[in-house]
């Protein structure tokens, strides 16, 4: 076994994050944090904290990936690919990935963002929406369900809520659920057509994913046909009307892939009765 490889078996991964929606003083505390040296306020501070740090040490630098330009990110990035060019004992790795806001234990959206990989990886409480789609016909109350698209990481190729996804760091619930209805079933809708009807918990964990989420649930009324629907063929293979109740007694009796929640089913009926 080789010196680089004995090093990054007996190093701990430091993991600073990086937001870029943060101002610089806010970057530069999250780096003192994270280097454990409150006296970083610049490039050049940040600099000799990492000499002084020394080798080996290995950074896993993780940057959101809003398309936005802020140079305090760009000056940091530099400091530690000079310091990684210098001395081979030290290890540097940038990682763009989509930070979310974490929940507190009184279920309210921090201003504290973490990288959504690490999010699942250790458990933090965060913020989602589901967003069901109905109708009432023949008495009935009809949900539209999709079907996961099979590259997804969580519950591929199950029957899920009609649309969904992570509230990204700066959004809120509402803002977050319209622009899901966009992107996966290619519906514009007015934010008056969202019907909040409550707030629950869902986990999910396989393997190194523990996914810890408050799900904000909405439904829509809006007459849509299936036809007019543009899936986002990444994240939706196909959708369909289920009536409830047939749904819960196939959910009972069949095997059925699915991921949906019960819980929310019984949601709906006690909004729309």
Sequence with gaps: MGKREIMEKIMEDVEIFLSRLAPEDKLYAETAKKLGNDGITDRFTLAGAVAEKGAPASYKVYISDEDIQNDTID??????????????????????????????????????????TLVHRDGDLHPTVHIWMIKR??????????????EKDINPDCYDVSAA?????????????????????????????????????AEYTKGDIHDNELVAVYICREKINIEDLVLQSSEVSEVCWAEIDELLCVMKYEDIPNCISLEELDMIKKAVF
């Design 137 to 150: 016909r023949d008495g009935g109350i009809f949900v539209l369900l999709q079907k996961r698209a099979h």
């Design 165 to 201: 996804g992570h509230v990204s760091q700066g959004e809120e619930f509402r803002h977050t659920a319209l622009k899901e209805v966009r992107e996966e079933l290619g519906l514009d809708m007015d934010r008056s057509k969202l019907e909040f009807i409550g707030l629950k918990r």
């Design 75 to 116: 000056d940091i990035k530099a400091v530690f690919t000079e310091a990684a060019e210098e001395n081979d004992d030290i290890r540097v790795e940038f990682i763009s990935d989509e930070f979310l806001n974490l929940i507190d234990d009184k279920a309210r959206i921090t201003a504290e963002s973490k990288p959504r």
